[in-house]
Structure formats: structure tokens, C-alpha cells
């Protein structure tokens, strides 16, 4: 047989279930032969003794929406392994947009997924499609529809239930994007406009979610002192929908004795309903600056927002509140205190601030360091984010250890980012699995490959499997480990000798190749 590509004598991690010692032979861009000594001959062949050859990981949250607009080689997911990213994640997507918001959508979304093009040259979700596509980018691109989207497109942001006419549209908006090939029906109740979403609008659309066959990916209402409740309501919509449910980056900020009960909960819930979850494997979350404001300051958007943070009153009330929470509030800044809230990206001339602690900045304008925070808001128009430092070590192992949890970086782009931008796929196989043995090592395989594959209703890849794309990762176990730090966060993990992409190579010894082969539309799932 000829291949485009050989690789022999690796150690073989097949996605699911144990290793084998093996030769893998490509052929347009589809894995062609596994076995051992394979006879044929190729234009490349790589002698992989002592390597492990992993299907491509799949990132189930990813926030790349709009970077491979700025930047389409996406280094930090290639450099350790990624080759699909599932986008849109936390109910917020740039599409569907009415054009008339689309500048209030790029502001709020700026923090989190960088600008984009300017302006931006859609208003539906296969309109952006195309366009992301048109980027070229270097991984697939796997849309989920955002319910945090679809809310504001029919509603605006306003703070209120839904008419059952709003309702009807919504739902058509949700169908739409499932149709056009999205993988997931995504949440963000703690961001514009999803937070005043109630339980029945979550129920309605999830039913939509149920007849394609997608899983409610929830960010949560509550992540703090209210996580029980909050994940708690998530299965509820689950088990009166009929959808499938897959969680957020499950924590908990805040108070650690909550861990052990909410997964208790999680344990009894999936005996009844089919339920996963994902973790970025820190203890420490990154997310807009913004998030700590209480709900009815965030009411109407970016620009009332900031309107809010101009009036003296409204900032009275809004430390008020963070001082002496309101009931359901997830309360970062409380729950955190702002020696452990860092500044990580900030635009113009608060960028100085970059790298400190809330603290620090505050002692710095002489300051309370919660009207420091309010002040950086207001100077950026909301273009801060944050690193907020919630849990142990001992915590966020004791969550990865769990038997339904998968991966999901939550990488942030940015000058700064959180380490899980660059590490988390080598923390999770690298540390955690092959130096601290917290799971076997085709456990952590799996999570990243077949059963995320699985969750996502991929079908044709996640395996090293004849037939399947060529989505492969050869990497050096002794060397393959994070290396980003909070100090240091820009640094790609060690031992990674090649990652193919529909076995197009997209990095090489430590560089990308350059080569752009990902695709963003894929063919709606089967009913
Ligand atoms: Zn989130």
C-alpha cells in the first residue's frame, strides 16, 4: 500500500481502551491501516519507538470564536494537541446578531473572544460559519448554538420572561442552528442576557436540544455558595426536556465543603439522566472583569452598563450588594476577595495593571479595591478580564478524579491568559494522568479523544480507527507535561513531535507548519 504517511513501532493509545505497539499508515487524510509491521511504502515515514500516538484531542469548550480572524494558526491549542474545538461555549456566540447590536454584541464578547473582523460581516449563524471558515483556521471548528445569542437577538437584553411568541422564536432559532451542523446547545447564566432566563425558557429550548440528539452545555447559575441549587436546576431542565447534559467546567468558587454533595448530585442525576461533565484542571477561573457585577447592574447591556458606572449612586448600590450578597448571586468578588482576583488583560492604558492582584491595583490608585475594579471596567469600556484564584489544589484533583468528567480548556486568548490556554491538555495526560497516576493513562486518553468525540456527536473521529480522519498526536511521554504558569503562561508543553489534522500536518518539533486544514460547517447530526 502507498501512504502519504507512516509512522511505525508506536505506542498506540486507540481512544478508548489499552495501548498497543503498532504502525498507523495514512492516506488522504484518512487513517488507511493499523498493525503491526505494515507493508507499503510513503512519502513520509516516522520511526515512533518509545512515542504514544493519541487520536487529535478535542477541546469541549473553547472560546476561538473570533481569534482565527486575528490569528488562524491558533498555536497554544495545536502546540498541545488539539484538533477539534468546540466553539460557542457559555451561551455566547457572535450569531445569530441583529446588525443594530452587533457592536453592543462585539463589546461584551470582546473580553472573551477578541473583536473579530471589523465590522462584522454576518447577522446569522451560516453566515458566520462561512466567514470563520474563510479564516482558514488551523483546528475543526465545531459550532454550538448559544442560548445567551438567540435571547438577546429576540429579546434584546431585556430583564424579563419571555411571550410565548418570543418563546416560539427562540426555538425556531435554536432549530436553525442545529440544522446548520451545531453540536451543542450552550448556557451562560451568568452572562448578558442568559441570567434572566428562567427555568421553563431553559426547558422549552432544551426540547430542541432533545430532538436532534445535542447535548445542554451549562454554565451554570451559580458556581459559588449556590452550586448545588444551580446544577441542580440544569438536571431538572434535563430530565423534563429530554436532552442530554454536559456541564460546564464544574467547580466550585469558594466554599470547598461543597464539592463532596454536588458530586453526590451528580452521581444520583445520571442514573436517570445521560450526563457528563468538563474541568480545565486549575483552580482558578478567568473570565470578563464585568461578571462581578450583580445582575440588575448589568441589565441592558454594555452601554447601560457603563452608563451605571458613571453614576455615583448606582456604584453605591452595586458595592452594597457585593458586600452583602443577594440571593442566588454567585458573588465572585466575595467569594474570592481581591487579593486572588488578577488583572490579566486590560485595554489602553489600564494594561499597566496587567498582572496584578485587585489588591495591588487598588493600593496602587489609593482606591477601595472594588471601586478600583469599577473604575478599570469604566476606562476600558468592559474590555478587562480577570483571573480569579477559588479553589485547592487537592479540590481540583478530587474533581478531575470523577468518572464522567472530560476536558475543556476554556482558553482565553490574550497577552497574558490563564495557563489553561497553553497546558491544559498536557495537564491532564502529561501531569495528572502519566506523573500523578490520578487516572490511568488511556482514562485521560479517552476524555480527551473517544468519549468527547462521543459527546459531541462526532462520528468520524476520536479513534485511531481505519476509516476515521486523521486527527493524530505523537507525542513524547517523558517530556510531555504543562509548563505555562500564571507568570508565566505562554509556554506550549515539551515532547510534542507532530499533530495532523485530517493528516495535514499543523505542527512539527515545537512549531506549527503553518498549514491551515480545519473546517468549521459540518453536516448536521442525524435526528
Ligand atoms: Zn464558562
Redesign the pocket.
Known sequence: MEFDLLIRNATVMPGEGPALVADVGVRAGTIAAVGGGLAGTAREVIDATGLMLCPGFIDLHAHSALEPFRDPVLEPKIAQGFTTEVIN??GLAPAPVDPARAEARRLYLQPLEGPGPEPWPWTTGEEYAAALEAARPATDLVLSVGHNAVRDHVMGSANRHPSPEEIRAMRREVRRGLEAGARALSF?LIYLPGLFAGTDELVALAEEAAAFGVPLVP?VRNEGAGVVDAVGEMIEVARRSGASLHI??LKVIGDERLVEPLLALIDRASQEVDLTFDQYPYGAGSTMLSALLPPWAQEGGAEAILGRLADPGQRARMAEDVRDGLRSWENIYASCGPENIVIVQAAGDAARHVGRSLAEVAEDLRRDPFEAALDLMAQTSLDVAMVDHYASEATTRAIFRHRLALVGS?GIFGPRPHPRLYGTAARVLGRFALRERLVPVEEAVARLSARAARRARLDDRGRIEVGLRADLVLLDPERFVDVATYDDPCLSPPGVRLVTVAGEAVYRDGRPTGARPGRVVLPQVSR
Request: no cysteine; aromatic share 0%; net charge negative.
Open positions: 461555549p457559555d451562560g454554565h460546564s467546567h476554556d
